[in-house]
Nanobody, 128 residues
Framework: EVQLQASGGGLVQAGGSLRLSCVVS????????IGWFRQAPGKEREGVSC????????YYADSVKGRFTMSSDNAKNTVYLQMNSLKPEDTAVYYC?????????????????????WGQGTQVTVSS
């Protein structure tokens, strides 16, 4: 059974940091890349970052480049999103999802509709 379990959200002041975790099971990092998305109230789900462990490539949305870092611990089947210098506009529910490597090659990592599996969200709230 495929499962993604996201955690680590919380309330933080602007300029602060949080680290989100996504524990995965039921599939291999060889076959799927893991992406982080977020969705604020009234807005569409947007891509934040995506990590392909097979070729060690990480993608970031322009809005988070230089502030967020994605990494993985394959032995723990866990992917992390380190979020620094948080801003109020980063407030959203954050989701981790899995996208097939077959799709990812030659296509955009940030198309949420192409992700096959999703974890439950974790709320991140950044106060000003």
């Amino acid at each position: 059974e495929v499962q993604l379990q996201a955690s680590g959200g919380g309330l933080v002041q602007a300029g602060g940091s949080l680290r989100l975790s996504c524990v995965v099971s039921g599939f291999s990092f060889d076959d799927y890349a893991i992406g982080w998305f977020r969705q604020a109230p009234g807005k569409e789900r947007e891509g934040v970052s995506c990590l392909s462990s097979v070729d060690d490539i990480t993608y970031y949305a322009d809005s988070v480049k230089g502030r967020f870092t994605m990494s993985s611990d394959n032995a723990k089947n866990t992917v992390y999103l380190q979020m620094n210098s948080l801003k109020p506009e980063d407030t959203a529910v954050y989701y981790c999802g899995a996208v097939s490597m077959h799709y990812l090659y030659g296509n955009s990592w940030s198309n949420a509709h192409e992700y096959d599996y999703w974890g439950q969200g974790t709320q991140v709230t950044v106060s000003s």
